[in-house]
C-alpha cells in the first residue's frame, strides 16, 4: 500500500488549494478514504471521509462548507478541494486507507 499526497504550498487566508493523494498497491475503489491532518503543537484530526464510490462524504464542523473531498477511483485518487481557507487551517495533511495505512502528508500553509 502506497499513498502519496501532494498539492500543498502557502496560501493567503481566503485563498483555495486542491490537495492529491495518489494510491497503489491495493484495490483503491473498494475502500473508503480519508483525509487527517496535524497543526503544529496539536493532535492528529480527522478533516473528512468518502465512501468507496464516492456517494457518501462526512466533514469536521470545522471544514464543512469550504472543503469538499471527491475521488477518481479510475486515477485512483482522492481529492481535498480546500476554500476559504484560515490561518488556523495551517497543518500538514495526510490521507488515510482503512487499515490505518497513511501517507507522508503535504503541508498546507495559510498566512498573508
Known amino acids: 500500500v502506497q499513498l502519496v499526497e501532494s498539492g500543498g504550498g502557502l496560501v493567503q487566508p481566503g485563498g483555495s488549494l486542491r490537495l492529491s493523494c495518489a494510491a497503489s498497491?491495493?484495490?483503491?475503489?473498494?475502500?473508503?478514504m480519508q483525509w487527517f491532518r496535524q497543526a503544529p503543537g496539536k493532535e492528529r484530526e480527522w478533516v473528512a471521509d468518502?465512501?468507496?464510490?464516492?456517494?457518501?462524504?462526512n466533514y469536521a464542523e470545522s471544514v464543512k462548507g469550504r472543503f469538499t473531498i471527491s475521488r477518481d477511483n479510475a486515477k485512483n485518487t482522492v481529492y481535498l478541494q480546500m476554500n476559504s481557507l484560515k490561518p488556523e487551517d495551517t497543518a500538514v495533511y495526510y490521507c488515510?486507507?482503512?487499515?490505518?495505512?497513511w501517507g507522508k502528508g503535504t503541508l498546507v500553509t495559510v498566512s498573508s
Open positions: 468518502i465512501s468507496s464510490a464516492g456517494g457518501t462524504t
Open positions: 498497491g491495493f484495490t483503491f475503489s473498494t475502500y473508503n
Open positions: 488515510r486507507r482503512t487499515g490505518n495505512y
